[in-house]
């Protein structure tokens, strides 16, 4: 990405703020480090870790804890046998307490899977067990060393306390005896040059024998060590030496634990680092209350409610939303209407949220935005004349242009604001009209701003290209700040004169010369405007219905789901007291199978008016429209993700959720937009004709929902188990959580067969074999977790 467009677009004023909100000094420096990404998959990741962290620290209070940085002490430990100091292993330990703090938070969670990429970062980095365990063993947390850091510290300093004890009484002793408490000139014992000695009034230095060590700074006070204190005071010192000795060796210990696990320490920093500025984008989204646009293809591009963030934190309030959109063949807008009107905010909005959402930030736009991945983004705005350089706006601009014409294409996204102007009008627009066609065949998308007449029309006329226009209120010829499309603007620039103050006579006079002129198209534009203004009012009157119809559906939805639950455990008790009716043989077998039966019609009743419910909601839904890159569904774990393979020839499709890839049958899936059918009104797909007749016999098996029948009698042992694997998977796809596997009795074999296969199957609950009446030893009861 071209510095200049990061400059120009003030994308480091974004970073400025996002800096703010991280919680260390590391964190804010990785912040100001944030640019856009070149890697399509990077930038996936990025995008998915903000929303779980977003969602994450909403709903479960997750925050990162103040660390400071340890850049130095990591080159430090790089020098051999060189020891980090307390305050350097005190860095490092709260370093990895902040980390093990997030390692804690995701180990404990309840619900894990909805920020399952969250979680795998904070759990899976390694970790440096031994140092983090001796640091808190060793480091308390005002940075000293704690006593019991080494048995020796321990005795040592057992022993200088028992001195000080012993040399305490001694003085009160001895000052009592003396009557020297009048001359102290303060009622305790102090230290001075690692010596207990007594603070003495100068004037009575003499009525103690003893060393004279200090004075204090008014001279009033000199400090004086007792004769009888000297041998305890020598005997302190060789203590003091012998503590300094068995500190260093545990600094060294712990240095070189820090060296053998500098990997691993290294990695938990970069972890507490990472969810720092994580967190600091996850609060930075909601500071604008904005979402973070998704990216990829070469569609179109749709920008909703976009505001330009800087605006947006300065002031939410002035920020206002426009609708920045391009149709799937279109790559040009061409932006038109008065001066301050806000065309040149809407190129610097559209600029601005590009590169955010390629550095996987949050911008200030709706969610659904959607923009296409622009590996480069090119800056043409501004008075960029440089005395310095000889050149004016015009060369100035066209010098920049020619730099990178070389280098422009399908990858790029070129803002042109006033692109020609500060030359011939005629001669400008014409060259601007042929810049955008050039950009056209390029296939670069492009957005302009403009006051030519020509290149308005052109907007209007080149295939390819769509005309936009900032409106203004036409009794006031003030600007709305709104963005109507496939419409050309006004520039009114002798009204903006006279808002201005401009004098009435020089207003009066530009008007003679351009009625002279006969280019007056200003009734035109204002009748075009008050026509688009009625537009505009009827899309906002639609847009507001629309919102009360989907808030009136939502809650429609949330009563049926409701009813829905309260229907469904109904069903789930009767099933109960059927089960347990037909063990204590109040009822007979056919009976209960009868009674099942029953249940299960209404549980699949139930299913159908749901789907009946739903359905208008739900798009068509094909296996051509099932690309790669497309959002889906998957029905039994109501679980969303990406395509990012189809096998045709199986009819499946390899769907990744956060990370975790799998296969899933084509029936299984929808795309994203459509409700799923919770798994308990799922019509289950067999897998083949064997599972197709078994699952005419499914039984409920308690709350977790219908057993699903597999009956592996009469297959080779490989294909037995084969059959049984695949049982399974789409078991856990329905949401299934029982299945029973009839294996029949014959030698065993294929029962212990299938047993050892359950064994190591890792979405195995339980299993054992079935009571005499279900089957007895011939089938095996699974459940599933």
């Excluded at 020891?83 to 292993?89: F, H, N, R, T």
């Excluded at 709104?482 to 401009?502: E, F, H, K, N, T």
């Excluded at 998957?634 to 390899?654: F, I, Q, T």
Aim: aromatic share 6%; proline share 4%; hydrophobic share 45%.
């Amino acid at each position: 990405m071209h510095s200049r467009a990061l400059i120009q677009l003030e994308f480091n004023k974004v970073l400025a703020h996002l800096a703010r909100l991280a919680v260390s000094e590391p964190g804010a420096d990785a912040c100001l480090a944030v640019a856009p990404m070149e890697d399509p998959a990077e930038l996936f990741r990025a995008q998915e870790l903000l929303r779980q962290a977003r969602a994450c620290a909403q709903e479960t209070g997750l925050r990162s804890r103040a660390f400071p940085s340890l850049e130095g002490v990591l080159r430090y430990l790089g020098q051999a046998h060189r020891v980090l100091d307390a305050d350097g292993l005190w860095a490092v330990r709260e370093a990895l307490d902040a980390a093990h703090a997030l390692r804690e938070h995701f180990s404990g969670s309840q619900d894990p899977v909805r920020w399952q990429l969250l979680a795998e970062t904070a759990l899976e980095a390694p970790w440096p067990q031994r140092l983090h365990q001796a640091l808190k063993r060793c480091l308390a947390r005002d940075g000293g060393l704690r006593d019991e850091a080494s048995p020796e510290l321990f005795s040592v300093r057992q022993e200088i306390r028992r001195i000080h004890q012993r040399c305490t009484s001694q003085v009160k002793d001895f000052v009592s005896k003396e009557g020297l408490t009048v001359y102290l000139q303060d009622d305790f014992m102090t230290i001075s040059s690692d010596r207990y000695v007594l603070p003495l009034k100068t004037n009575f230095k003499g009525r103690v024998q003893g060393i004279i060590h200090d004075y204090s700074q008014t001279g009033e006070t000199c400090y004086v060590e007792p004769l009888f204190l000297v041998e305890v005071n020598n005997r302190l010192q060789e203590l003091k030496r012998e503590e300094r000795e068995e500190e260093q060796k545990v600094l060294a210990f712990l240095t070189d634990l820090a060296r053998q696990e500098e990997d691993a320490l290294r990695a938990a920093y970069s972890l507490a680092v990472e969810f720092d500025v994580l967190l600091a984008k996850a609060e930075l989204a909601s500071l604008l209350d904005g979402h973070a646009p998704e990216v990829g293809g070469e569609g179109s591009v749709e920008l909703f409610a976009a505001r330009h963030p800087l605006l947006a934190l300065a002031d939410p309030r002035k920020a206002r939303p426009v609708d920045i959109l391009l149709k799937p063949e279109q790559r040009a807008l061409i932006i038109s209407g008065a001066n301050a009107a806000g065309k040149t905010v809407c190129l610097k909005t559209l600029g601005l949220t590009a590169l955010m959402a390629l550095a996987g930030l949050p911008a200030a736009c709706r969610e659904g935005s959607r923009i296409p991945f622009w590996s480069a983004v090119h800056v043409f705005m501004g008075d960029e004349q440089s005395l310095e350089d000889h050149l004016s706006t015009f060369t100035a601009q066209i010098s920049h242009l020619s730099a990178v014409w070389g280098e422009l294409g399908s990858h790029c996204l070129v803002l042109l604001d006033e692109f020609g102007a500060g030359t011939d009008p005629a001669q400008g627009a014409a060259l601007a009209q042929a810049v955008v066609d050039k950009l056209l065949e390029k296939g670069a998308f492009a957005a302009a701003a403009t006051h030519f007449p020509a290149l308005k029309a052109y907007g209007l006329t080149k295939p390819g290209a769509r005309s936009a226009s900032m409106l203004f209120d036409p009794s006031s010829k003030k600007p709305l700040y709104v963005l109507a499309y496939d419409q050309v603007g006004a520039s009114v620039a002798l009204d903006v004169a006279r808002d201005c103050g401009l004098d009435d006579a020089v207003l009066e006079q530009a008007q003679k010369y351009l009625l002279l002129g006969g280019e007056d198209s200003g009734r035109l534009f204002e009748r075009l405007n008050e026509l688009a203004l009625e537009r505009e009012r009827e899309i906002q009157t639609l847009a507001k219905e629309k919102l009360k119809l989907e808030e009136r559906r939502r809650k429609l939805a949330e009563t049926f789901e409701k009813e829905r639950g309260r229907l469904l455990e109904e069903l789930r008790q009767q099933a109960r007291v059927i089960l347990r009716q037909a063990e204590q043989e109040k009822i007979g077998r056919k009976q209960a199978l009868k009674d099942l039966a029953e249940t299960r019609r209404a549980v699949e009743s139930l299913g159908r008016e749901e789907a009946a419910v739903q359905a208008p909601a739900a798009p068509a839904w094909s296996w051509e429209d099932a690309l790669p890159g497309a959002r889906v569904r998957l029905k039994g774990w109501d679980k969303a993700g990406v395509v990012r393979e189809k096998d045709d020839k199986r009819r499946a499709l390899k769907v990744d959720m956060g990370g975790v890839s799998l296969w899933a049958a084509f029936e299984d899936v929808s795309p994203q937009a459509a409700a799923s059918a919770p798994p308990a009104a799922a019509k289950p797909r067999a897998a083949s004709a064997q599972t197709q007749e078994a699952g005419r016999q499914e039984a409920p098996s308690g709350p977790s929902g219908p057993a699903m029948v597999v009956d592996l009698r009469g297959l080779r042992a490989d294909a037995a188990l084969s059959e049984l694997g695949s049982a399974l998977d789409k078991a856990i796809l329905r949401g299934v959580g029982s299945l029973e596997v009839v294996h029949g009795r014959g030698t065993g074999a294929l029962r212990r067969e299938v047993h050892a296969f359950l064994k190591d199957f890792p979405a195995v609950a339980s299993f054992a074999l079935a009571n005499e009446e279900r089957g007895g030893d011939g089938m095996t009861m699974v459940e599933l977790k």
